[in-house]
C-alpha cells in the first residue's frame, strides 16, 4: 500500500505515452481500463487507470483506494452522477454505473476475491466496506 503513490505515477506515464494501450495493471496480466468521471464539485472530466473484473458484458469496478480508510475521488463522482466513459485498450465507451448493495453486493464481493484475493487486504487495511459498481456500457 506504501507504493501507491508510485505506481499510480508510473501508470499515467504508460497511459500517456502509449495511448491508454499499456498499464502496469495490464502488464501484471489484469484487466485494466481507463475511468473519466464527471467531478461532482468542478463539473471537469477526471480519469483514473484501474482494475477491473469483467463480468459479462459489465465491468465492475472496486473502490479500494489502496486500502485507504476513505472512497476514492471517483466512487464519489460516480455516486452523483453514474455516467461515465471507459478505455478499454485505449477504445472509448460510455456507461453507466450502479453501485451494488445487499445480496447483489454479497454475492460480488464473493467473486471478486475470488478473482483478486488482495481486495481483503485491503479492506482490512482500510477498515471500511470496499464499495462495489457495475459499470453497464450505453447503446450508440
Known amino acids: 500500500m506504501r507504493t501507491a503513490g508510485a505506481v499510480v505515477w508510473a501508470d499515467k506515464k504508460l497511459h500517456r505515452a502509449f495511448g491508454g494501450r499499456v498499464s502496469l495493471v495490464a502488464l501484471a496480466g489484469l484487466p ?22 469483467p463480468h459479462g458484458d459489465d465491468l465492475v469496478l472496486t473502490a479500494s483506494n489502496w486500502g485507504r ?24 465507451a460510455e456507461v453507466f454505473a450502479r453501485e ?27 477498515a ?8 453497464t456500457r450505453l447503446a450508440g
Open 32 to 53: 485494466s481500463l481507463r475511468l473519466t468521471t464527471t467531478g461532482r464539485k468542478s463539473g471537469l472530466p477526471r480519469s483514473t487507470n484501474l482494475l477491473y473484473y
Open 69 to 92: 480508510p476513505h472512497d476514492p475521488a471517483w466512487a464519489l463522482n460516480l455516486r452523483a452522477n453514474p455516467k461515465a466513459s471507459v478505455a478499454l485498450a485505449g477504445r472509448p
Open 100 to 126: 451494488l448493495h445487499g445480496d447483489e453486493y454479497d454475492a460480488m464481493w464473493r467473486e471478486l476475491l475470488a478473482f483478486w484475493p488482495g481486495y481483503a487486504m485491503e479492506q482490512r487495511e482500510a
Open 128 to 135: 471500511r466496506p470496499l464499495p462495489v459498481f457495475r459499470l
